[in-house]
């Protein structure tokens, strides 16, 4: 399995928000998978970024499109090398 980094960008309208709640559905489904392992929003940028668990470039594309959202979004999507944060180390020992 290889990780990749989607980079979206999006102009919102009335139709966009109302596609919000059933988008965010569709992300946690893929979240609760383990598909996505790291989902960000900025409203600022218009930007999303997804960091996504899949066998191939290809199969990013086909969860990206499937999305409702998807027809409001322009995306790039790059294959890491590196994928490192807090929250896949280990917990710190905790002497009591």
């Known amino acids: 399995m290889k990780k990749y980094q989607a ?7 009335e139709e966009f928000m109302s596609l919000v709640p059933p988008h965010r559905t569709y992300i946690n489904y ?11 929003v900025s409203m600022e940028t218009q930007t999303s970024w997804i960091t996504i668990n899949a066998m ?11 999305s409702p959202l998807s027809k409001y979004w322009s995306y790039e999507v790059y294959e890491l090398f590196v994928y490192d944060s807090q929250s896949t180390r280990l917990p710190a020992v905790q002497l009591n």
């Open 7 to 13: 980079i979206i960008s999006f102009e919102m309208d």
């Open 30 to 40: 893929l979240l609760n998978k383990g598909i996505i392992d790291s989902y960000a």
């Open 56 to 66: 191939s470039k290809k199969e990013v594309l086909d969860l990206l499109v499937k």
